[in-house]
Each structure stands twice: as C-alpha cells, then as structure tokens.
T-cell receptor
C-alpha cells in the first residue's frame, strides 16, 4: 500500500510568486491534515479536511494560503503571494475514521522563498 | 489549549547507553500522546501512542514511554541505543475526537556516539 505522497519535494520561489503544493493521502483515508515546520521551530497544524470539507482551519496563517480537496481525494495548498516567512517544510498527513487512528505523514515539501 | 515541551533540543548518548527523551504536556482534557521520529530525508514515522489504555506504552524499535498524569509527562526511553536511532524525535498531543489536530513539541535531535 502506497503511503502519503507529496509533490514537489523541494520548491524555490521568489517573494511575490505563487506556489502550489500537492498531497496524495493513503487511499481510503477520509482525514487529511496539513502541517508546517518553520526552520528550528515546532511543527504547527494548519488545517484538517474530512473528505472534501474543512473540519478545522484554525492554523492557517492568513488569507494568502488556500487549501482545497476537491472530490475528497488529493489536496492542494496554494500560497499566493509567497512571503519570506512562508519558508519551511510543509507536511501532509492522513488517517482513517477514528481520532486514535495514527496520522501517517508524507515526506514533506521544503519551500524556500527568496 | 494544549501544548508540549520537549526538554533538550539536542541529546547525545553513547551506543549501548540508555536513551531518555523528555516530554511534558499541557491539556485541558485527557490527552492522547504520541512520539514520532524523523530520519534524515524521510517523513515522520509513529513510534508509539498513548490513547488512555495502559500507561506504559511499547513502540517500535525497542522504544517505550510511560504516561504519568501526576507529572504531566510522557518521556521516551530505550534501554540500549543503536547507531540507527540517530534521528529527530517529536512528542505530540491531541485532544481527541472533534479536535484531532496534533500539537508538537520543538523536537529533540538524538546523536549516538560510537
């Protein structure tokens, strides 16, 4: 069974540009989460999808970030326009039904904004 | 609100020595607690989790952790360190159903001395 995959693995963009990150969860997982780790700091929650609906988006930093999960399968996270402080590693995780179910993480996308 | 404190951003132990990584949590409800490990160039992998069953939790690769409510702690231990244990370790807490997001500590990088 394939794990959580993320694309791209690295992205280097200039301030003001747009970047779209993609996450493919484990097949059949209804829950999808986005997290971010800024250099040297803790991994922080961004948002949680249940199927195609946003269950919790309390961690989204501002309206430059837009997450979608059309059809309840893969998800995209768009940053527009990117700022220097958006640099970091963006992780995606998924799990099935049940709050004690393990969240399985992808390898992350390292975003560098110059 | 929930939070996690990991004491020691870097820990070094000799091969064969005891590994002890400290984690203290704060939660307004009975918590669910997790330890994740990140090996170089990989995603986060679950080591073990506490979900209100046995307070001593055994995980993969010989690791275990004990939930101590009175001390609000969930320290990770391994009796004998291997070179392959070198990685970054993250403690996380979740409030469970309805609030499944993980709140992470800042991570502890474990170095094994030959």
């Amino acid at each position: 069974e394939a794990g959580v995959t993320q694309f791209p693995s690295h992205s280097v963009i200039e301030k003001g540009q747009t970047v779209t990150l993609r996450c493919d969860p484990i097949s059949g997982h209804d829950n999808l989460y986005w997290y971010r780790r800024v250099m040297g700091k803790e991994i922080k929650f961004l948002l949680h999808f249940v199927k195609e609906s946003k269950q919790d988006e309390s961690g989204m930093p501002n309206n430059r970030f837009l997450a979608e999960r059309t059809g309840g399968t893969y998800s995209t996270l768009k940053v527009q326009p990117a700022e220097l402080e958006d640099s970091g590693v963006y992780f995606c995780a998924s799990n099935g039904a049940g709050f004690t179910d393990t969240q399985y993480f992808g390898p992350g996308t390292r975003l560098t904004v110059l | 609100a929930q939070s996690v404190t990991q004491l020691g951003s870097h820990v070094s132990v000799s091969e064969g020595a005891l590994v002890l990584l400290r984690c203290n949590y704060s939660s307004s409800v009975p918590p669910y607690l997790f330890w994740y490990v990140q090996y170089p160039n990989q995603g986060l992998q679950l080591l073990l989790k506490y979900t209100s069953a046995a307070t001593l939790v055994k995980g993969i690769n010989g690791f275990e952790a004990e939930f101590k409510k009175s001390e609000t702690s969930f320290h990770l231990t391994k009796p004998s360190a291997h070179m392959s244990d070198a990685a970054e370790y993250f403690c996380a807490v979740s409030e469970g159903f309805g609030n499944e997001k993980l709140t992470f500590g800042t991570g502890t990088r474990l170095t094994i001395i030959p």
